[in-house]
Each structure stands twice: as structure tokens, then as C-alpha cells.
């Protein structure tokens, strides 16, 4: 992509928010994974990444970018269509730190089409394996190790408060996050374990420009009242907030929309 996606952050100063945590993110090889596992380490986490294995090099560039943060960066690699790979994510994060403290479900899988009639089945149940089935069983997992003072995050989208003409799939089940958010939250309150989203609007991520023809990808957020997408190390900032106990210790079951200027989501 050029511009690359920024993930730096340059202007953002850590303040130990999450020092000593440990954190699992899937899809953290790239966009507001990356961005998100960058900002978890300068707040002191040790962090581990899930992504596929086909993105090994992206993966590593993330670890690289976390250890000149001074952190470590556990690599898991695994397809999350698997409930087993979910599984195996938590424990092996957990055999490796010896401890999870906050798991932010930011992986997905979208795919542009025009019609219903063009969505076909196999489309239809990869979307929904990924995207919610594969929060749920990384959340229930989680559990087995989260206590008093953990947290989840979850990456919803816009999309699923006000759908999307061409993302059917995508939005149904960003609007199944939002939901699983505020009924898991209300299921892990007397547990002290907080349950929070973020619900982005347009980020300049692969994710999000992978399958749009040229012309489509420079219009690629102009819609917004800012008139541009947002960059991953925007959205990231929001994560850790929802993560940290030391900013949003009084917050669970929220979905945060972070829409550059619109203010008329559903």
C-alpha cells in the first residue's frame, strides 16, 4: 500500500498503562493489529500476535516494531477457522508468559460483493467463522486465565451499526460483535472482567482496500467529515484505553465509534 499504513505513533508518550500485562491480539501482523501490539508495549505489555501463516513476514516486522519498543513479541501462527488454533493461541500464550491479561480480537475477513445473489455460501460461513466464532471461542478460552482487573477488546466497525451495501457478510457480523460485546460484558461484570469494543469507521488498512479496483482505493474515506480514512495508530490509541484498568477501570459493554467527525451512527 503507498502510503504504507502508519503504526508509529510518533506523538504518543506511554505512561506504563499496561506494564507487566500480557496481551494476545490476533491479526496483529498488520493494520490496527500492528498498531495496537506497537502502543501495548510502549505502555510496558509483553504481547503475543496471532496471525496466518502466509503473513510470517509481516508478523515479524510487527516483532521487530514491538522490540525496539523494549518488549517482547510472541509469534503464534494458526488459521482462527479452526476452534482448536483458538484454543491453542490462549494456551500457548499463556504456556509462554505464564500468564493473559487482556485479549483484544481485532482479526477478520471481508470480501466486497455487488448482489446478495453474488455471496455465495462458502463466502457466508468463512466470514462468520472468522469474524464472530472465532471471537467467541478466543474469549472463552481466555477465561480459563483472565481474572480480577482483565479485560477483552473487540474491533467491531461501523459497518455493523450502519451497514454496508456491498459487505452483507461483513456487517452482519461486525454487528454480532457488537452485541456478543455488551451481552459478554454483562456476563463477566460480577467477575471484574471488562468487556469493550471500538467500532472504527474507514482505516487505511489492507483489509479494507485488498479487493477495491484503483480508483476506489484513492476515493477510500473521503466520505467522512475529515475527508480521509483513518490510519491504524489512530484507532490504536482507543484500545488501550478500553484495555487499561488505570483509564477504563468504570467501562465495560461499550462500543466506541471513532468515525473522523460523523456523529450520526445507529
Known amino acids: 500500500m503507498e502510503p504504507r499504513p502508519r503504526v508509529h505513533a510518533p506523538g504518543y508518550l506511554g505512561a506504563s498503562k499496561l506494564k507487566d500485562k500480557v496481551a494476545l491480539i490476533t491479526g496483529g501482523d498488520s493494520g490496527i493489529g500492528r498498531a495496537t501490539a506497537v502502543l501495548f508495549a510502549r505502555e510496558g505489555a509483553k504481547v503475543a500476535i496471532g496471525y496466518l501463516d502466509e503473513e510470517q513476514v509481516d508478523a515479524e516486522i510487527t516483532a521487530d516494531l514491538v522490540a525496539r519498543e523494549g518488549q517482547r513479541c510472541e509469534l503464534l501462527p494458526g488459521n482462527l477457522l479452526s476452534r482448536q488454533i483458538c484454543d491453542d493461541l490462549v494456551e500457548e500464550t499463556v504456556r509462554r508468559y505464564g500468564r ?3 485479549l483484544v480480537n481485532n482479526a477478520a475477513y471481508q470480501h466486497h460483493q455487488t448482489s ?4 455465495d455460501d462458502e463466502q457466508w460461513d468463512r ?9 467467541f471461542y478466543l474469549a472463552r478460552a481466555a477465561l480459563r486465565h483472565l481474572g480480577p482487573g482483565g479485560a477483552i477488546v473487540n474491533v467491531g466497525s461501523i459497518t455493523g451499526l450502519e451497514g454496508s451495501q456491498h459487505l452483507l457478510d461483513y456487517s452482519a457480523t461486525k454487528g454480532a460483535i457488537h452485541a456478543f460485546t455488551k451481552s459478554l460484558a454483562q456476563n463477566l461484570v460480577s467477575r471484574r472482567i471488562r468487556v469493550n469494543a471500538v467500532a472504527p469507521g474507514p482505516v487505511w488498512t489492507p483489509l479494507n482496500v485488498a ?3 484503483p480508483d476506489r482505493v484513492a476515493r477510500f474515506g473521503a466520505e467522512t467529515p475529515m475527508g480521509r480514512p483513518a490510519q491504524p495508530d489512530e484507532i490504536a490509541p482507543a484500545i488501550v484505553f ?3 484498568g488505570v483509564d477504563s477501570s468504570y467501562i465495560t459493554g461499550e ?4 468515525l473522523g467527525g460523523e456523529t450520526t451512527a445507529a
Not at 255 to 258: A, F, M
Request: charged share 25%; net charge negative.
Open 100 to 102: 493473559l491479561d487482556v
Open 116 to 119: 446478495i445473489e453474488d455471496l
Open 127 to 135: 466470514t462468520f467463522r472468522i469474524n464472530i466464532y472465532a471471537y
Open 211 to 213: 479487493d477495491k479496483p
Open 242 to 244: 478500553l484495555a487499561s
Open 255 to 258: 462500543v466506541l465509534t471513532l
